[in-house]
């Protein structure tokens, strides 16, 4: 290569040309040979390096190669080689020009530092995807962990390269940082708060990947999908994605369904509104009436058997239904829905069941259901919880209740 530089040389020479001309066109003429090598070595080498891993990765039984492949480590890997060559041949190249070999040697050493830190980047997202194959990790912020590796890289990275274009030590640069400590703090604020939500979300086991979260504040409501250094995703049941600041996890508060997801069922809890001017006393008729319906018949057996000895002995004057004690069409009502939700296929009976009466309003009396179904899944609840409803709306009569509704015409 020497030699051929000094060919050059000596025929700009015998051309007539001067000295310095001479010189310039053989530095020309030295960066386009060490261009066209450059090109010619990197791509022998991809061609013939990535084709053996991509051949070796396609067979193997493992994954890992793959997403090595993937993550184009083994493209960034074959640049390895024509970069080290072309290092070892700037100074013979350009051995009669000092000046340009210097900045020359600058630009390929800064090339190989930014090249090592594309290599470990391509590792990393190599690891992240194979961890994110692995059960075990599926639902762990690891993209969070990725992320935080590469800002230090980077900053590594930005301190050599700044050592080798200043010609300054590298102490000199990490001195300088820590005067400007404080405005670095300032800059990188929401960096240093994602990092450390981070930690305390994957620590405290908060939030995982997959989990049903609601922040109402944000209009989030759905899955978490991704959760980084900065942000935390989350797909909405509408499919509309909203990004929720990492830290916002550990300083407000939201709710996490996982907790009900990994119960045994997904709580059913509606009121109907009963028309208050219609809960009444039961007559004799009525409650004979009512015997008819298999489900309440031994609980209104048991239940007047009671009722009749009790005022027997008390000698209650019954020529007044009220004296006493007496059935009501609401009670019995009440105790129908807990026996029809305690014999109902879709309800988990060894969860809370109950029907309990709420304070009256202008709205009627409230009579909420409180129970869990055991299927979890939000389409299959939905229709398990208006299969439940559509029947004692439609059994309220036979009590007869009846369902409060606003009647508009009437209020005016």
Do not use: C
């Not at 409650?287 to 009671?306: A, F």
């Not at 009220?322 to 019995?332: E, P, Q, Y």
């Amino acid at each position: 290569m020497k030699d051929l530089t000094r060919y050059f040389y000596n025929l700009f020479i015998s051309k007539g040309l001067s000295e310095n001309t001479a010189e310039y066109l053989n530095l020309f003429i030295g960066i386009a040979i060490l261009i066209v090598i450059l090109f010619i070595l990197d791509f022998l080498t991809k061609k013939v390096f990535v084709s053996i891993f991509k051949s070796y990765a396609s067979r193997s039984k493992n994954t890992f190669d793959d997403y090595l492949v993937k993550n184009k480590t083994f493209d960034y890997l074959a640049h390895i080689i024509p970069l080290s060559i072309i290092v070892w041949v700037v100074p013979i190249l350009f051995i009669a020009f000092p000046t340009a070999e210097k900045y020359l040697e600058i630009l390929f050493n800064s090339m190989a530092i930014i090249l090592t830190i594309w290599i470990v980047r391509s590792i990393l997202r190599t690891f992240r995807d194979f961890l994110k194959s692995l059960d075990s990790f599926k639902d762990k912020p690891i993209d969070s962990y990725v992320q935080v590796f590469m800002i230090f890289v980077w900053f590594i990275g930005a301190i050599l390269i700044f050592s080798l274009l200043t010609g300054k030590s590298i102490w000199t640069f990490l001195t300088a940082l820590g005067a400007m400590s404080a405005v670095i703090l300032l800059i990188f604020k929401d960096t240093i708060l994602g990092f450390v939500a981070s930690i305390q979300v994957a620590v405290n086991d908060t939030v995982r990947i997959g989990d049903w979260i609601s922040m109402e504040k944000y209009g989030a409501d759905g899955d978490v999908v991704e959760i980084n250094l900065s942000s935390v995703k989350v797909q909405n049941f509408d499919k509309t994605i909203t990004t929720i600041p990492t830290y916002y996890l550990t300083s407000q508060s939201f709710k996490n369904w996982r907790g009900m997801m990994n119960s045994g069922g997904r709580r059913i809890k509606r009121a109907l509104l009963i028309k208050t001017s219609s809960i009444k006393f039961l007559s004799e008729e009525d409650i004979d009436q009512l015997k008819k319906v298999e489900l309440i018949k031994g609980y209104l057996d048991g239940v007047q058997k009671s009722i009749d000895t009790h005022n027997l002995e008390q000698n209650v004057d019954k020529s007044i239904l009220m004296n006493g004690r007496n059935l009501t069409n609401m009670g019995v009502f009440r105790n129908y829905v807990e026996l029809y939700l305690e014999n109902h296929p879709s309800i988990n009976k060894d969860m809370t069941i109950m029907s309990r009466q709420l304070p009256p309003s202008a709205q009627g009396t409230p009579l909420e259901i409180y129970a869990f179904s055991n299927n979890k899944v939000w389409k299959n609840y939905e229709h398990i919880m208006a299969d439940i409803f559509d029947h004692l709306l439609s059994a309220i009569p036979y009590f007869n209740l009846e369902v409060f509704e606003l009647n508009y015409a009437t209020e005016q």
